[in-house]
């Protein structure tokens, strides 16, 4: 079981940056690749970004592609979205989400909603024009 808590959002103008964080409880944090992901008002949750357990392989969506950059810490437990050049498109809910991986699954390519097995509550982001 990992529990899972995102923190950092809020208000910003465009072009400013956040930096989210998420983290995770447990000690296995290590076994998991890592992802987010965002849900604006009426739609569907959507893909961010994601991670693989070790850190070295990353994935993003094309609209945040060169602006946003997913990291983690596994001696902190924590993984990070570094977002900048926002704009109010980039407005929603962002979500923190874990899949547990095997360990020669060094892959980062889990895009979505269903291949993740635990999420956090979320924290909101708002760009303002």
């Known amino acids: 079981q990992v529990q899972l808590v995102e923190s950092g959002g809020g208000l910003v103008q465009a072009g400013g940056s956040l930096r989210l964080s998420c983290a995770a409880s447990?000690?296995?944090?290590?076994?998991?690749?890592m992802g987010w992901f965002r849900q604006a008002p009426g739609k569907e949750r959507e893909f961010v970004a994601a991670?693989?357990?070790?850190?070295?392989?990353?994935s993003y969506a094309d609209s945040v592609k060169g602006r946003f950059t997913i990291s983690r810490d596994n001696a902190k437990t924590t993984v990070y979205l570094q977002m900048n050049s926002l704009k109010p498109e980039d407005t929603a809910v962002y979500y923190c989400?874990?899949?547990?991986?095997?360990?020669?699954?060094?892959?980062?390519?889990?895009?979505?909603?269903?291949?993740?097995?635990?999420w956090g509550q979320g924290t909101q982001v708002t760009v303002s024009s």
């Open positions: 989400a874990a899949k547990k991986v095997a360990p020669f699954d060094g892959g980062s390519r889990y895009l979505s909603v269903n291949d993740y097995d635990y």
């Open positions: 447990g000690r296995t944090f290590s076994t998991y690749a």
């Open positions: 991670v693989s357990w070790s850190g070295m392989r990353t």
